[in-house]
Nanobody, 120 residues
Framework: QVQLVESGGGLVQAGGSLRLSCAASGRTYSPYDMAWFRQVPGKEREFVAEISWNGGSTYYRDSVKGRFTISRDNAKNTVVLQMNSLKPEDTAVYYC?????????????WGQGTQVTVSS
């Protein structure tokens, strides 16, 4: 089992920045690809960004390219999503996930989520 705990969410004005962190514990998470998803009430959870197990590859949904950056530190068992130039449409609950090819396959593990609210 891998436990994932997100932190760093909050309220920010449009154009501002937030840094989300995901701390992993339990069974080693380093063989897993890691990703961030987000969900708005009444809508399906959507893929935001993914990083491969060794940090060598990253993937982003089009709407966040150039604004969000995903990174990981396997020594510290953490994944970070740096979000800049935030827009009101980025408002959602953000979830950390672990698995394989997370942009196309179901995750093996999920965190509980952290709320991000961007005011206009």
């Amino acid at each position: 089992q891998v436990q994932l705990v997100e932190s760093g969410g909050g309220l920010v004005q449009a154009g501002g920045s937030l840094r989300l962190s995901c701390a992993a514990s339990g069974r080693t998470y380093s063989p897993y690809d890691m990703a961030w998803f987000r969900q708005v009430p009444g809508k399906e959870r959507e893929f935001v960004a993914e990083i491969s197990w060794n940090g060598g590859s990253t993937y982003y949904r089009d709407s966040v390219k150039g604004r969000f950056t995903i990174s990981r530190d396997n020594a510290k068992n953490t994944v970070v999503l740096q979000m800049n130039s935030l827009k009101p449409e980025d408002t959602a609950v953000y979830y950390c996930a672990a698995g394989r090819r997370l942009s196309t396959r179901p995750a093996d593990y999920w965190g509980q989520g952290t709320q991000v609210t961007v005011s206009s």
